[in-house]
C-alpha cells in the first residue's frame, strides 16, 4: 500500500491566558522608575542593598523589608562585553557594549547598555551614569534608561569597592 | 534499607487566591516554621528536592525562583521534579538509600489561581490524539465517575458522604479552605455540574505551599521526639492513554498495595489524595480499607487542593496523626495525571 505524502506540519495551537500580578517589591520598583528613580532593597539576612528588589534574599533566604532605598543612577562597571549585533528597534547602533554595572550604593549589579564611541575607554571600574529616554517615553520598566554613558570620573579599584562594600554590608547584617 | 522518617512538616494557609503574594514569598515563612519545629538551620539541609509547575501561573522558570527561599547560596545540592512534591520526596527517599545524605528538605507549591486550571491541566494529556480536543481535567474525572456509576461501585449519596465527611473533618483543620457542617442531603440537591458531579464532588482551586523535612534514623531521633517512620514506598503508572484503562478501579493503587504487602484491615488512618470525592471511594475500595481505618482526618484534598503540594500533604497530615498520638500506623498516597494515573502509597509507622 502506498502512504500518503508526508506533511510538514500540521497545526496544533495552544492557548493559556494567566491573569498575572506583580509583587508588591516589583510593584513598588515599577511605579518608582515610571517616575525616573530607582529602587533597591537592604536584605535583612545580609546587610546588602539588592537591586531591582526581590521580595526574597537569595543569599539568606529571608523576606526582604517594605521599606525601599532610593539609589543614583550612576555607578561602576564589573565587567563589559563588546556586541556587533543590532538591537531590534534600538536607537544604538553597534558595536555597543552590554556591561554589569553596580550602582553606587547597590551590591547587585544588573545588565545593561553602554553607549560609547570609543570603545577602548570601558574598562573594568570604570564610571558610568544613566542617559535616560525622554520624559514622555517613561514606562514601567528599566528601559527607561536607554543606555548609560561614561562619566568624568576616575576608573575606580573594584576589589578594593567590593571589600567596602562587604565592610558596609556587615554593618546592617 | 536505609530507616528514614519524617521529623517535620508546615504548610501555607489553603488560600483561593494569593494575589501578588509570590512563590517564593509564600514559601519562606513555611520553611522558616518546618526548621523552627526541628531546630534546623537552612545550612544543616543536606538535600532540598521540590516539586512544582510553571504552566500553573504561567510564570516560566519559578521552580528555580523558588530556590531563593532556600538561601542556597553559595550554592545547594537541589533537585526538582515536575510533579506532586510527594515524588520529590521519592527523590530525596533514593538519595537517603544511596547513603548520601543525612536531612533533606522537601517543598511543593502552586499557584493555580492566575491560570484555568482545568484547561491548564490538558496540557498534561498526550499532544497528537487527546490534548488538541482540550478535554479539561473535570470532564475527564465525570466520565470516570460516570463509568463507576453506571457500574454500580458506589452511588452518588456515597460521593456525597465522601464531601461532608471530609468538610466536617476540616473544620480542625487551620489550614483547611472548605470546611463545615453538611447535610448529605442537602449536597444531592445541589444541581449538577459537569455530570454527574456536583461542585462539591471537585476539589477547590487553591494557592498555597508545603514543606516536610526527611531525616536518616540518627539525625531523627535528635531532632523530632516522635520520628514517623518511612517503612515502605513505591509508586506504579498507568497508561496515559484514557481508553486503554479501566478507569472504575486503580490497578496501580492495587500493585503498589500488593508491592507494600498493605493490609487495609491494619490501618488507623489513611490520608488520600483525591481531587474528586468518587476518587476517594475508588481508592477505598482498591486498598480494600475497612471501618477500622479512619480516611482523610485533615479533610483530603477536597477541603483544600494546592496542586504540586497536596500529595505532599497527605505524608504531613498521617505524620500530624502520628505525632498527635491519635494513630500508629498511617497510609500516606499521592497521585498525579488524569483520572487517578499515577499512585504512590507509603506506610508511615510511630516505632
Known amino acids: ?173 | 534499607m536505609r530507616d528514614v522518617a519524617v521529623v517535620s512538616y508546615a504548610q501555607s494557609p489553603a488560600q483561593r487566591d494569593a494575589g501578588g503574594t509570590t512563590d517564593v514569598e509564600m514559601l519562606v515563612p513555611v520553611i522558616d516554621r518546618a526548621l523552627a519545629d526541628a531546630q534546623l538551620t537552612r545550612k544543616e539541609i543536606d538535600f532540598i528536592c521540590s516539586g512544582s509547575c510553571d504552566y500553573l501561573a504561567g510564570g516560566a522558570f519559578s521552580f528555580v525562583m523558588a530556590v531563593d527561599a532556600l538561601g542556597a547560596t553559595p550554592s545547594a545540592q537541589e533537585s526538582h521534579v515536575e510533579m506532586d512534591a510527594a515524588w520529590a520526596l521519592y527523590e530525596a527517599w533514593l538519595k537517603f538509600q544511596c547513603g548520601e545524605i543525612d536531612v533533606a528538605l522537601i517543598y511543593g507549591f502552586g499557584k493555580s489561581a492566575p491560570g484555568d486550571l482545568p484547561d491548564v491541566l490538558s496540557l498534561q494529556l498526550d499532544p497528537y490524539y487527546t490534548q488538541p480536543l482540550w478535554p479539561d481535567s473535570i470532564s475527564l474525572a465525570a466520565i470516570q465517575a460516570q463509568m463507576a456509576l453506571a457500574k454500580g461501585c458506589f452511588t452518588e449519596r456515597d460521593m456525597a458522604e465522601v464531601v461532608a465527611a471530609s468538610r466536617r473533618n476540616a473544620i480542625h483543620n487551620p489550614a483547611a479552605q472548605l470546611k463545615g457542617e453538611f447535610d448529605v442531603s442537602d449536597l444531592l440537591k445541589e444541581e449538577t455540574f459537569v455530570s454527574p458531579l456536583r461542585k462539591h464532588d471537585c476539589c477547590p482551586i487553591t494557592d498555597g505551599c508545603s514543606v516536610l523535612i526527611l531525616a536518616s534514623a540518627e539525625k531523627a531521633r535528635a531532632l523530632c521526639e516522635r520520628p514517623v517512620w518511612l517503612r515502605g514506598i513505591n509508586h506504579r503508572m498507568e497508561s496515559h492513554f484514557l481508553g486503554t484503562r479501566d478507569l472504575t478501579t486503580s490497578t496501580s493503587t492495587m500493585k503498589a498495595a500488593e508491592t507494600l504487602k498493605l493490609d487495609g484491615d491494619k490501618l488507623d488512618v489513611a490520608e488520600l489524595y483525591a481531587p474528586f470525592s468518587h476518587q476517594q471511594l475508588i481508592l477505598q475500595q482498591s486498598l480494600k480499607l475497612t471501618d477500622n481505618t479512619r480516611v482523610n482526618p485533615s479533610g483530603g484534598a477536597l477541603a483544600g487542593h494546592v496542586l504540586m503540594a497536596a500529595g505532599l500533604d497527605r505524608f504531613g497530615a498521617a505524620a500530624r496523626e502520628i505525632w498527635s498520638g491519635r494513630a500508629d500506623r498511617a497510609l500516606a498516597h499521592a497521585t498525579s495525571g488524569p483520572c487517578l494515573q499515577q499512585n504512590m502509597l507509603a506506610i508511615l509507622e510511630g516505632a
Not at chain 1, 556587533?84 to 536607537?91: G, K
Not at chain 1, 544604538?92 to 557594549?97: A, R, T
Not at chain 1, 547598555?113 to 514601567?140: C, F, M, N, Q
Request: glycine share 6%; charged share 25%; hydrophobic share 40%.
Open chain 1, 1 to 173: 500500500m502506498k502512504l500518503p505524502e508526508p506533511r510538514e506540519a500540521v497545526d496544533r495551537p495552544i492557548y493559556l491566558r494567566y491573569r498575572y500580578r506583580a509583587s508588591e517589591q516589583a510593584n513598588r520598583f515599577l511605579h518608582a522608575i515610571k517616575k525616573g528613580k530607582i529602587l533597591g532593597v537592604r536584605s535583612v539576612g545580609t546587610g546588602k542593598v539588592l537591586v531591582p528588589p526581590p521580595g526574597v534574599c537569595a543569599e539568606s533566604g529571608t523576606l526582604t523589608p517594605q521599606d525601599l532605598i532610593e539609589l543614583p543612577d550612576r555607578g561602576t562597571v564589573l565587567s563589559f562585553t563588546i556586541v556587533h549585533l543590532p538591537i531590534p528597534n534600538s536607537r544604538l547602533k553597534p558595536p555597543f557594549v552590554v556591561a554589569n554595572i553596580l550602582l553606587d550604593g547597590a551590591d547587585q549589579a544588573f545588565s545593561h547598555i553602554i553607549s560609547e564611541a570609543e570603545l577602548k575607554r570601558v574598562v573594568i571600574g570604570t564610571r558610568v551614569r544613566a542617559h535616560w529616554k525622554p520624559e514622555a517615553e517613561w514606562d514601567y520598566g528599566l528601559e527607561n534608561i536607554e543606555y548609560f554613558v561614561l562619566t568624568d570620573e576616575p576608573a575606580v579599584d573594584i576589589e578594593q569597592h567590593r571589600a567596602l562594600r562587604l565592610e558596609e554590608a556587615a554593618r546592617h547584617a
